[in-house]
């Protein structure tokens, strides 16, 4: 079941990368910012469960998925430095 979620959330994550990167419009919509955080959420679920699963066909995806979820975690936040910075802009 894992495995069966872990290939469309690390698509999600990288077509969130690639919307941050070239479109980031999109990504402050509702549905973007829906699609964001929900993507965050689970990531993080997979990979509680993947750190408590124990077999060794399972380690890429957990690796992947440790890394895809901490770079959109990371996006998130330096969008949030970004508008911090310009919104306090004269």
């Known amino acids: 079941m894992v495995r069966v979620i872990t290939m469309p959330l690390v698509v999600v994550h990288l077509l969130i990368a690639y919307f941050w990167i070239f479109d980031w419009e999109k990504l402050t919509t509702d549905i973007?910012?829906?699609s964001w955080i929900g993507s965050i959420l689970l990531g993080i679920v997979v990979f509680?469960?993947?750190?408590?699963?124990?077999?060794?066909?399972?380690y890429l995806?957990?690796?992947?998925?440790?890394?895809?979820?901490?770079m959109t975690i990371l996006l998130g936040v330096f969008a949030l430095m970004i508008e911090f910075i310009?919104?306090?802009m004269p």
């Not at 509680?48 to 399972?58: A, C, H, M, P």
């Not at 995806?61 to 901490?70: G, P």
């Open 32 to 34: 973007g910012l829906i």
């Open 48 to 58: 509680i469960i993947n750190r408590k699963s124990k077999t060794s066909d399972q």
């Open 61 to 70: 995806s957990k690796k992947i998925v440790a890394a895809t979820t901490f």
């Open 86 to 88: 310009t919104s306090s």
